[in-house]
């Protein structure tokens, strides 16, 4: 090994990289949870995709790139919410006719204006050099205001995703939750990328819950056991990425998935 | 005075009218079941009943002090529902959740009504088992008990036997009566079970090619809408 960790953590861009991760890592398995309940595991994939394109378009336009991306995600979040709650519409296929279309779009615009750049490249696999203090600040600021949110609505979050249609009857504002969720997820969707790139931010949404699911049975112990075990991942996988010089998201989703093959064996155990 | 008034009530699904000028009330303490065939709008009635769906005419009002978050529903089973991680117990408490507003936590007020329920439907030895693990009459009891959290006076139950075997239906069914009888709850029931209906309910509503027929369950007997549908 070339550097302890003391060393490792000496360097700027990996503080960055963990007071980035962690928190983001903490909102996307509390997110997750509810996302893959209610059926809406794509959500995080297309949002991410329409992401890159706003990322590409600002860009092109010399803007900071989250100043766009972040309102864009947030409002296309809302679009593909009411697409999956309209049953006319096929929820699946419209999540992904808007996120090739959102991808294609980032694409086409900057072969336009000069090709893939390094920061879109890292934003299309993750990066931990990218991040700038601004991004960290922001990030902070994001992540504590989406944690505050969930834990004051955690109950009502439960009684939406459980059943809807009871919640509605009783008079709960079930719309208004899903919204809730819709803006979180965007938010943090957003600040993953940066991490874990625009094609694996969703399974940092996804890995965590679907993990827990295999061995804990109250809605609780899995949102707490989701939210420890993605923290834990992303820690390693930054590390592993440091040290084996990979890229940090593939790196970070390769940990969760050895997480979920151990989980899958324990519950499997359990069941017996 | 009535509880529930329903005054001339069309109600449409994706622009066809599915019953019209439907009128009736319902007294505290009535049951009420709703039959009809697959498709005669049993299910649109019951969303509009819960204020999901709005008619296109006429009025569906609650009175006698009852106000929108007093509604008790267990409704037919989802998918989803079937394989969440949830404790019976964290089902029970969501039942209160309309009670404490927008305080984000349950209090101690929440805990106790969710366990008197739990004890009501002899389900609080399941308190802390998984929902999905349960047999299908368990998880109607425990939907039941988290309606009744929700409500002290009106029950609404959409089909709330589907794919329970007839012994577990039966016991469902007399536990739905005794809360009827000894608790003074309203019952609104859809359901295909005419002849359990009959035995059970005090008013019957029958909806049948955009016509219907409502009253108390003797005049449903000797009505020929009745006849044709209890021979089947």
């Known amino acids: 090994m070339e550097y302890s960790i003391s060393e490792m953590m000496s ?8 007071i980035v991760g962690v928190p983001v890592a903490l909102c996307a398995a509390l997110l997750g949870v509810s996302l893959i309940l209610k059926r809406y595991s794509m959500i995080g994939d297309g949002l991410s995709h329409v992401g890159f394109g706003a990322l590409a378009l600002a860009a092109a336009m010399n803007l900071a790139p989250l100043h766009v991306a972040i309102p864009v995600v947030i409002i296309s979040a809302f679009f593909l919410l009411r697409i999956s709650q309209n049953s006319k519409i096929n929820g699946d296929g419209a999540i992904a006719i808007v996120s090739s279309s959102a991808l294609a779009i980032g694409i086409v615009v900057t072969s336009l204006t000069g090709g893939l750049n390094t920061d879109l490249y890292s934003y299309l696999f993750g990066s931990i050099l990218a991040l700038s203090k601004e991004d960290v600040i922001l990030s902070l600021i994001l992540c504590a205001i989406v944690l505050f949110l969930y834990i004051f609505f955690y109950h009502k979050i439960f009684s939406v995703t459980f059943d809807e249609n009871f919640s ?23 600040l993953g990328m940066q991490i874990m790139g625009t094609l694996l931010i969703s399974s940092l949404i996804i890995f965590p819950g679907l993990t827990a699911m295999r061995v804990f049975k109250s809605y609780r112990s ?8 993605s923290v834990i991942c992303v820690v390693v996988g930054l590390v592993l990425s440091f040290y084996m010089e990979t890229a940090s998201g593939a790196t970070i989703v390769c ?18 | ?12 699904y994706e622009g066809v009218n ?8 319902l007294e505290r303490g009535d049951y009420l079941c709703i039959l009809g065939e697959n498709g005669s709008g049993k299910s649109t009635l019951m969303k509009g009943l819960l204020g999901l769906l709005k008619p296109s005419s006429g009025e569906i009002k609650y009175s006698d002090g009852l106000v929108k978050s007093e509604i008790g529903y267990l409704p037919q089973q989802s998918p989803v529902q079937r394989d969440f991680p949830a404790s019976v117990y964290e089902v029970v408490l969501s039942g209160t959740l309309n009670r404490k507003g927008l305080s984000p936590f349950y209090g101690r007020r929440e805990r106790k009504l969710a366990d008197d329920n739990l004890k009501r439907l002899s389900i609080t030895h399941l308190k802390n088992s998984c929902y999905r693990d349960l047999s299908g009459g368990q998880q109607q009891r425990v939907l039941l008990a988290r309606a009744l959290c929700a409500t002290k006076s009106l029950l609404l139950l959409d089909e709330p036997v589907t794919g329970l075997d007839p012994v577990v239906s039966a016991e469902f069914y007399g536990l739905i009566s005794e809360l009827n009888h000894d608790d003074k709850i309203t019952v609104i029931m859809v359901s295909h079970d005419v002849k359990q209906s009959v035995a059970a309910a005090t008013h019957i509503l029958h909806l049948e090619n955009k016509t219907c027929f409502f009253g108390m369950v003797d005049e449903y007997k000797k009505s020929s809408i009745s006849d044709q549908f209890m021979n089947k």
């Not at chain 1, 009783?170 to 979180?184: F, Q, R, S």
């Not at chain 2, 005075?1 to 449409?12: G, K, P, R």
């Open chain 1, 11 to 18: 360097f700027t861009f990996m503080q960055r990289a963990m």
């Open chain 1, 255 to 272: 940990v969760n998935l050895a997480c979920f093959i151990l989980f899958s064996i324990v519950g499997a155990i359990k069941r017996r």
């Open chain 2, 18 to 25: 599915v019953f019209e000028h439907l009128s009736f009330s």
């Open chain 2, 1 to 12: 005075m009535a509880i529930l008034e329903c005054t001339d009530v069309t109600m449409s």
């Open chain 1, 168 to 190: 509605l009857a009783t008079g709960t504002n079930a719309k208004a939750y899903n919204m809730v969720i819709a803006l979180l997820t965007a938010l943090t969707v957003v």
């Open chain 1, 222 to 229: 899995v949102v707490l056991s989701a939210a420890v075990q």
